[in-house]
């Protein structure tokens, strides 16, 4: 599944940029794409895999803190391949990111 090439158009560099600074806070890192939804969703989903098989408490804490839905995340967590549910994770949780980035714009003005 690929963000629509309309999608990186609702979101403007601002917005991206916080909600990837937010995720670099929740991982621990400082090295994600900010200009580029599927750059930002490739790294996360291989981040989200290594967490998979490393440390299964981390990821969930991630989740809990990032506020992504429970159930979302037991539909993803549903398939077989540990990719396929690194990548429906990222995807949860990129939209949960710049749906609060967008929230912050919003009612900062």
Known sequence: MNYP???????????????????????????LPAKDLEALHYKLAHLIQELL?????????????????????KEAMAAEEPEIIAERISRLIIKR????????????Q
Do not use: C, W
């Open 5 to 31: 090439t309309n999608s990186v158009m609702q979101y403007s560099p601002a917005i991206l940029t916080s909600a990837t600074n937010h995720l670099q806070k929740v991982f621990g890192i400082d090295n």
């Open 53 to 73: 098989f490393s440390d299964f408490n981390r990821l969930l804490h991630i989740l809990y803190r990032i506020d992504v839905e429970e159930r979302k995340v």
């Open 97 to 108: 990111e710049l749906q609060k980035a967008e929230n912050r714009f919003r009612y900062s």
